[in-house]
T-cell receptor, first 114, second 113 residues
Framework: AQSVTQLDSQVPVFEEAPVELRCNYSSSVSVYLFWYVQYPNQGLQLLLKYLSGSTLVKGINGFEAEFNKSQTSFHLRKPSVHISDTAEYFCAVSDSGSQGNLIFGKGTKLSVKP | GAGVSQSPSNKVTEKGKDVELRCDPISGHTALYWYRQSLGQGLEFLIYFQGNSAPDKSGLPSDRFSAERTGGSVSTLTIQRTQQEDSAVYLC???????????FGPGTRLTVL
């Protein structure tokens, strides 16, 4: 069975600073990896995904993530955040051989302050 | 185009009552998923439908929960004899297939008093 750990439940950061949201997963099989964002009072939106190929994945809104198989990590990064990036971010994994249901981490609340 | 829609957006019910939550997936999407988002458990997978195949019910927390998908489109999640621990936001997602992007609906916030 897969599991996802997001090490930080809350990350406060100042505007224009860089940010890294950490995600580690455990799985005995090959996986697909995802980051979703949930803005206040809105639904989940896909930021980026890793299925195969290049381990550096670029997503929307200037976010990127790097798949590290040896460290079983998929950390999300942005070099300069904006107030509008304030949201909750969820890392998720699915078994590449399964029907695609997602296993989510507990989420990280990113709070960008002016 | 239209996204995934869910109704109602909010539902308040009394303990012991049955509730039905509806999901309209994106047209043409064969895969449909139900998830639950609660404070204590985070986001949890509940059930998966793919075309006309038998659904994967492995995430349903108890036999009080059931779901159906009629005509390969609209899905209804039913919770019988609701309990206070059922209070959560119930999310529906659809996709073109198991490796395709899942598009999420806005959710139904269920409150059991």
């Amino acid at each position: 069975a897969q599991s996802v750990t997001q090490l930080d439940s809350q990350v406060p950061v100042f505007e224009e600073a860089p940010v890294e949201l950490r995600c580690n997963y455990s799985s005995s099989v090959s996986v697909y990896l995802f980051w979703y964002v949930q803005y206040p009072n809105q639904g989940l939106q896909l930021l980026l995904k890793y299925l195969s190929g290049s381990t550096l994945v670029k997503g929307i809104n200037g976010f990127e993530a790097e798949f590290n198989k040896s460290q079983t990590s998929f950390h999300l990064r942005k070099p300069s955040v904006h107030i509008s990036d304030t949201a909750e971010y969820f890392c998720a994994v699915s078994d590449s051989g399964s029907q695609g249901n997602l296993i989510f981490g507990k989420g990280t609340k990113l709070s960008v302050k002016p | 185009g239209a996204g995934v829609s869910q109704s109602p957006s909010n539902k308040v019910t009394e303990k012991g009552k049955d509730v039905e939550l509806r999901c309209d997936p994106i047209s043409g999407h064969t895969a449909l998923y139900w998830y639950r988002q609660s404070l204590g458990q985070g986001l949890e997978f509940l059930i998966y439908f793919q075309g006309n195949s038998a659904p994967d019910k492995s995430g349903l927390p108890s036999d009080r929960f059931s779901a159906e998908r009629t005509g390969g489109s609209v899905s209804t999640l039913t919770i019988q004899r609701t309990q206070q621990e059922d209070s959560a936001v119930y999310l529906c997602a659809s996709s073109r297939g198991r490796t395709a992007q899942q598009f999420f609906g806005p959710g139904t916030r269920l409150t059991v008093l």
